[in-house]
Nanobody, 124 residues
Framework: VQLQASGGGLVQAGGSLRLSCAASGRTYNRYAMGWFRQAPGTEREFVAAASRNGGSTDYADSVKGRFTISRDNAKNTVYLQMNSLKPEDTAVYYC??????????????????WGQGTQVTVSS
């Protein structure tokens, strides 16, 4: 599977953005999907994940209640709806795909395929 992320941009604090990650390939439904982010000078960190059928989701504590991950398997696309954005959400956001077990969803190392990243900048 190949991944193409989009939807990033510049937004004021308190605003919203929706990121999309389109996957190519007929095996998309085999993958759990995750979103990670990396701010300058920091390590890449887990943001959210959705299971293969989207029935299970998980979030980093820092985004719980503000971000929502969803997937449309008919469109081979996973989304990250980001509300109430804060300046500390500024980062490059990456989508990723994993065939590993759901219990390892927050671990960067289990994601086999990554998108190219999309920049999100939140101004104060």
């Amino acid at each position: 599977v190949q991944l193409q992320a989009s939807g990033g941009g510049l937004v004021q604090a308190g605003g919203s953005l929706r990121l999309s990650c389109a996957a190519s390939g007929r095996t998309y439904n085999r993958y759990a999907m995750g979103w990670f982010r990396q701010a300058p000078g920091t390590e890449r960190e887990f943001v959210a994940a959705a299971s293969r059928n989207g029935g299970s989701t998980d979030y980093a504590d820092s985004v719980k209640g503000r971000f929502t991950i969803s997937r449309d398997n008919a469109k081979n696309t996973v989304y990250l709806q980001m509300n109430s954005l804060k300046p500390e959400d500024t980062a490059v956001y990456y989508c990723a795909a994993s065939t590993s077990i759901w219990g390892l969803r927050a671990r960067e190392a289990v994601y086999e395929t990554w998108g190219q990243g999309t920049q999100v900048t939140v101004s104060s």
